[in-house]
């Protein structure tokens, strides 16, 4: 398939300017650019989708630039948004561009003799041109009228209580200044962005046009927004983060193995380099079992696998398998280490699980999966007690120190999702 055919497939393609010719011109190899504001210190899940199109376009030939806001950062996009961005520091957003160019290094190839990718900032041609010079170079080719008609700037006018800064209103001739200098210093013909970004996108085809004489194109993706209408990419714990510090590799995989079953084979293919032929064989499966989840696990392992390699993906599955009743033994103090903070907790003293050690049935009232010794004794004689996942049918057994996970803690089970780790303190 062409790169737009294949986008079209997947569902990618939101809309774009003269869909025909530029058909045509991307027949042969493209130069194109999609831009981010380096607002935070990491990308988040909701800036693959036009992340990983770049990523789509440059295995097929062609060559991606990508553009870190250091000027449009420092204004704000008020696009989709109903409040006023918080301004930031030059220090800040330089700090924001050199973590999010380590994450970008896992989604594009910089290396590459053939097509390699390139990351550049905006505030490097933004820097040396004066506030009147702009007025006078780029202001005067753009149309208030048309600006105002624009969704992302109409939105915000339209809202009396919040309106919008004369500050994020500029945000367009930016972004249009961008395209003009790329498709005059890089060659650059199109650009690639969310819907949010067509009223900027059409804005620098326009002023490119005017200012150089050339035809170029613009390509908006679809804003994925879940089955149930909530926005994609967040939780209530807040936002799926690709740093690992910010958001860890197991919460990241759970993140993709709990996809609502509607969403799951749209996201397939969004967000995973699997083939037709592959993410059609998983909707066969997923139509005909959906108890297995094995489009889920896909999805989950592909993802994981992109962002944070395959052994960290590895690991994150481990990790997953323990909280239904997976082996322990071998398992990694790190990969355990996942698992505690995402289920209850309770501290002991050490010293009671020294020598002949606790008594079972106490250890479960204490850490609360018991109400009362005598439940705890029919839990555990009718087996649905288990000692870091090995069930335990005895009720007089003693839990002592040769019985912690790498010397400090205990996985103990009730059920099949009554966790609590109990950890020495």
């Not at 209103?169 to 930016?174: A, D, P, T, W």
């Not at 200012?211 to 939780?235: M, W």
């Not at 439940?375 to 019985?403: C, H, Y």
Request: hydrophobic share 40%.
């Amino acid at each position: 398939m062409s790169i737009l055919e294949e986008l079209k497939w997947r569902g990618l393609v939101a809309d774009c300017t003269d869909a025909p010719e530029l058909a045509k011109r991307m027949a042969a190899p493209i130069t194109l650019y999609c831009g981010f504001d380096p607002t935070a210190d990491s990308l988040h899940v909701g800036n693959l989708v036009p992340l990983l199109a770049l990523r789509r376009f440059q295995l097929l030939g062609h060559h991606p630039i990508a553009v870190a806001g250091g000027a449009t950062g420092s204004i704000g996009d008020p696009s989709g948004r109903t409040t006023e961005r918080q301004l930031l520091t030059k220090e800040v957003l330089d700090h924001n561009i050199a973590s999010v160019k380590v994450q970008l290094a896992k989604l594009l190839d910089f290396d590459t003799k053939q097509n390699p990718a390139r990351l550049v900032d905006n505030a490097s041609w933004t820097a040396g041109i004066s506030f009147l010079d702009f007025l006078r170079e780029i202001g005067k080719h753009f149309s208030v009228n048309q600006m105002v008609a624009k969704e992302s700037v109409r939105a915000r006018m339209e809202d009396r209580e919040v309106g919008i800064s004369y500050t994020e209103f500029s945000y367009m001739l930016l972004q249009a200044f961008d395209f003009m200098v790329l498709c005059r210093d890089a060659n650059c013909e199109l650009q690639i962005g969310g819907s949010d970004q067509w009223g900027n996108i059409t804005a620098g085809i326009d002023l490119t046009r005017k200012k150089l004489g050339k035809t170029v194109y613009g390509l908006t993706l679809p804003l994925i927004t879940n089955a149930d209408g909530t926005k994609f990419g967040k939780t209530e714990a807040g936002a799926i983060w690709l740093d690992p510090k910010r958001t860890s590799v197991y919460r990241f995989y759970q993140f993709w193995i709990n996809t609502d079953d509607r969403d799951v084979i749209r996201y397939l293919k969004f967000f995973t380099f699997l083939s037709k032929e592959g993410i059609e064989a998983l909707e066969k499966k997923h139509a005909e079992n959906p108890g297995a989840r094995e489009a889920h696990k896909a999805l989950a392992r592909a993802a994981t696998d992109l962002i944070h390699g395959p052994n960290a993906a590895t690991e994150a599955i481990r990790a997953s398998e323990i909280l239904f009743g997976g082996e322990l033994k071998g398992i990694a103090e790190s990969t355990f280490n996942e698992i505690v903070g995402e289920v209850p907790t309770k501290e002991i003293e050490k010293s009671k699980l020294d020598g002949a050690g606790l008594p079972l049935v106490e250890l479960l009232v204490y850490s609360g999966l018991c109400p009362s010794k005598g439940q705890a004794r029919k839990d555990i004689e009718g087996g649905g007690v288990n000692v870091n996942n090995v069930r335990e049918s005895n009720f007089q057994r003693a839990v002592t120190t040769n019985d912690l996970l790498f010397g400090k803690h205990l996985l103990l089970r009730k059920g099949k999702k009554n966790y609590v780790v109990v950890t020495v303190k």
